[in-house]
């Protein structure tokens, strides 16, 4: 089974810059959502974005309040999955959490996903 591991997290004042990286054992073959999501105190885990892999095709979604400012991104051997983080705002602060899903359908919802990493805590300062 497919483990993920996370890192990259750390402190940053508003308007910074964080890359967060999220490490798979194996490589990833077929069709798959690999994604970002995230918790924040007393919330629930939400959202934040996914790369989609379905018949050979790549295609990246993002929720709207990180669009712009967040960018997922893979590299060649499709075994790292990368979310480049700029414009930090206080209310990016959380628990960022990667994970993997074995489907070529999109989906936002978390728990439709079958393999979590352990988690990066991102805090952004004002």
């Known amino acids: 089974q497919v483990q993920l591991v996370e890192s990259g997290g750390g402190l940053v004042q508003a308007g910074g810059s964080l890359t967060l990286s999220c490490a798979a054992s194996?490589?990833?073959?077929?069709?798959?959502?690999m994604g970002w999501f995230r918790q924040a105190p007393g919330k629930e885990r939400e959202f934040v974005a996914v790369i989609v892999l379905a018949n050979g095709n790549t295609n990246t979604y993002s929720t709207d309040s990180v669009r712009g400012r967040f960018t997922i991104s893979t590299d060649s051997a499709l075994n790292t999955m990368y979310l480049q983080m700029t414009s930090l705002k206080p209310e990016d602060t959380a628990v960022y959490y990667c994970?993997?899903?074995?489907?070529?359908?999109?989906?936002?919802?978390?728990?439709?996903?079958?393999?979590w990493g352990q988690g990066t805590q991102v805090t952004v300062s004002s």
């Open positions: 194996a490589r990833t073959y077929g069709s798959y959502n």
């Open positions: 994970a993997l899903r074995f489907s070529g359908t999109v989906t936002f919802d978390p728990a439709k996903y079958d393999t």
